[in-house]
DNA sequence: CACGCGTGGAC
DNA sequence: TGTCCAAGCGT
């Protein structure tokens, strides 16, 4: 080995000694969160797979509450197996995306009933149950079981991007970032490097203003070299939806609300909602009435002032209110039911649906 | 591969 | 205010 060489700084495709600074860096820096084991332990695998189930397009913070309250009442994954689904829908509402509420509830059952209530500890396994990806069955794999994988989220696509300066876009860039993520793992813990680059990407490589100073792999990273750093990773423009109108009824019986609940797949699916029309682009609400015909003979409407606006990933929504109060014997119209306001909250109502129920009762 | 799928926070 | 983004998955 020549002194040169030892001497000089290495060249980025070549730091054979990145994954012992990422793990030296982790085991000084590493966050504290409710499912991550402390150093030295072993995690749990149903609280590393409720965890990543949540944390899908979804922040620390907004999961933090909802972790708790699902591993409190459902402590391991045969519990969770057992419940039923509109409990789990129930707990999960406000989370968002809600198909994963869903694949959890078929997931602890497929691991209840076909796997004797114990988690596979493969990727191809895990990767065969539902709402499982690529990426959570790695990262499952990895975090729990300790094997040599990396999942590449996020993240971890945004930390690899800009380290090596990668020009091309996503998602076509996918694979290449999976192979250079993959050279930043050593010989062991796998996870703990895994978790070590998304407390970087969290918590120093933001999508903005990065604070390379106090990063572990600053001195060779391509983008903070040219200075770009910023504008990794690369990605194509996408386009916005358009705006859908629609009405939606807000109809009470003394201290009750008419409500239903939505069709099983699709926007919100499963999830309660109260009675209204389809939300469509160019629509007047004028028109809005007039595609509810199970409720024109209610009562009397009365049309609340203003709007509900919502925006979802792929269009904002405005929503037209009509409120109607109806005589006490009145039965509900088919596939409809009547629940009492004080239990709105254990409801599962997206919140779109608590917009407008809060505007149509004037809460 | 492109799209559908929620919500809340930051700037 | 609009835009982007946050530990993706299923089709």
Redesign the pocket.
Known sequence: MSQSRATKRRPQQDAPDRPARLLAWYDRHR?T?P??AKAGERADPYRVWL???M????????VGPYFEKFVARWPDVTLLGRASLDDVLRMW????????AR?LHACAVAVTGDHGGVFPDTEEGL?A?????????A?IAAIAFDRRTMPV??????VVTRLYAIEEAL??A?PLIKEMATTLLGPARAGDSA?AL??I??TIC????PACALCPLNDDCAGRIRGDQETFPR???????VLRRGAAFVVTRGGELLVRSRPEK????G?TEVPGSQWQAGLEDAAALAQAPELKGVGRWHRKAGVVT??????PLELVVYSASVASRTRAPDGMRWVPVETLDGEA??????KVIAHGLDL
């Open positions: 966050r969160l499912w991550r965890s990543e189930i944390l899908q397009q979804t922040t620390v913070r907004a509402a406000g989370l968002g995306y809600y198909s994963r694949n990767r149950l539902p709402g499982i990806g690529p990426y959570t069955a990262a989220d996020g993240n971890i696509e945004r998602p076509q996918k978790q998304m407390d990407g969290a933001t999508p903005k203003k990605k194509a423009p996408k386009k916005s939806g699709g926007l919100l699916g999830m919502h925006v979802f990933t792929h269009f109502f997206p919140n779109v649906m608590r």
